[in-house]
Each structure stands twice: as structure tokens, then as C-alpha cells.
T-cell receptor, first 111, second 114 residues
């Protein structure tokens, strides 16, 4: 699996848009990019997955440039409840159940 | 649909004992994976079961084992517990027929070994 690098922590305020960037310089041609969210003492929650360009769902957007060496998770108008750790995963889908999580980004949303 | 459930939620055991944790996946999901999460090592993959067969395994000693039943429910067993086994144990389910990274995690079982 490709190695990922994310900021250790980020701070934001309620109502702001938050962008978390993940670097994955050695991403392979078949690799997908997936983001998970985790609250303390809970299991991670799938947020979004993409391969190239832009993907949007009801909670987030994922921006992937043409070279795919990085990706940006965008959370619109965050609230206090978005305070959590966010993980970027990069790897081929045929890894099956074997997810390898990096250290993640601890997002703190303040009032 | 009901989510992934895990029992028990909390457990305290003594070094040397064994423990069995249970996971009920989302209805229709045939794949169950187990993970260990600790502050020092983060989230680590233990193993995955699909249709009662282990098809993927992480780098954990043989003291960690699992099984899956015909209804897709899964159990994980840890024998001869060590202090370092104290962790949050998570299971995750997915349909399993494809290899999508979209998994659904349970709330976890917090195991404390004294």
C-alpha cells in the first residue's frame, strides 16, 4: 500500500470549510483513495472514496489532481460534531478487508 | 438496517486467561474483519473471514484466532492474555463479493488485561 502523509492536527471554527490534504507520492495506477472518520472509542466510519478528479457525497467532497499524488478531503461548514480523527487510505481494492491506517489528522472544531 | 454489533462492550481479564469476543455483521454482509487499536500502534488488521473461511491475515501471533459461522457472525479468541493485549478490538463488515474499501465498523470491545 502507498505511504500516506497527513497533518497531525488541524483547528477550525464552526461554519468554516475544512480541507485536509493527504500526500501519497508513490500511489499506483490501480490505487483508490479512501477517507475514514473516527470518534473516540468508536470504530472508523467510511466517508468517501475516489480514483480521480472530484467525488462528492452528502457529507464531503474529495478532490484528486491529475497526477494523483495528493488528495484533499473537503468538509463544508463544519460543526462541533465534526471533531474527530480523519484517516486517508491509499491502496488497491484487492487488499480486501486488510485496511492499513496511518496516523490520521486530528481535527478540532471550536465554537 | 441494523449496524455492526459487538459484545461485550467492555471486558477486564487477568494475564494468562483467554477471552472470546463476538461480532454480528450487517445483514447480508458476508465479510467480517477484525482490528486491534492501541494508542501506540494505531489500528492494526488482525484477520478477515468470508463465508466461514479466513482469507486474509495480519501479523499477529497464533494466540489470536477467529472463526465465522454460517450466519456470518464472527468470534475472535485471544489465548494466554498478555498486558499488551489491552486494546480496543473492532470488527468491520462489508458485502465481501467485491474488494471495496467501504467497510462498516462496530463500536468495539474495550479489553483491559491486568
Amino acid at each position: 500500500l502507498a505511504k500516506t502523509t497527513q497533518p497531525i492536527s488541524m483547528d477550525s471554527y464552526e461554519g468554516q470549510e475544512v480541507n485536509i490534504t493527504c500526500s501519497h507520492n508513490n500511489i499506483a495506477t490501480n490505487d483508490y483513495i479512501t477517507w475514514y472518520q473516527q470518534f473516540p472509542s468508536q470504530g472508523p466510519r467510511f466517508i468517501i472514496q475516489g480514483y480521480k478528479t472530484k467525488v462528492t457525497n452528502e457529507v464531503a467532497s474529495l478532490f484528486i489532481p491529475a497526477d494523483r499524488k495528493s488528495s484533499t478531503l473537503s468538509l463544508p461548514r463544519v460543526s462541533l460534531s465534526d471533531t474527530a480523527v480523519y484517516y486517508c487510505l491509499v491502496g488497491v481494492t484487492n487488499q480486501g478487508g486488510k485496511l492499513i491506517f496511518g496516523q490520521g489528522t486530528e481535527l478540532s472544531v471550536k465554537p | 438496517k441494523a449496524g455492526v454489533t459487538q459484545t461485550p462492550r467492555y471486558l477486564i481479564k487477568t494475564r494468562g486467561q483467554q477471552v472470546t469476543l463476538s461480532c454480528s455483521p450487517i445483514s447480508g454482509h458476508r465479510s467480517v474483519s477484525w482490528y486491534q487499536q492501541t494508542p501506540g500502534q494505531g489500528l492494526q488488521f488482525l484477520f478477515e473471514y468470508f463465508s466461514e473461511t479466513q482469507r486474509n491475515k495480519g501479523n499477529f501471533p497464533g494466540r489470536f484466532s477467529g472463526r465465522q459461522f454460517s450466519n456470518s457472525r464472527s468470534e475472535m479468541n485471544v489465548s494466554t492474555l498478555e498486558l499488551g493485549d489491552s486494546a480496543l478490538y473492532l470488527c468491520a463488515s462489508r458485502p465481501g463479493e467485491t474488494d471495496s474499501y467501504e467497510q462498516y465498523f462496530g463500536p468495539g470491545t474495550r479489553l483491559t488485561v491486568t
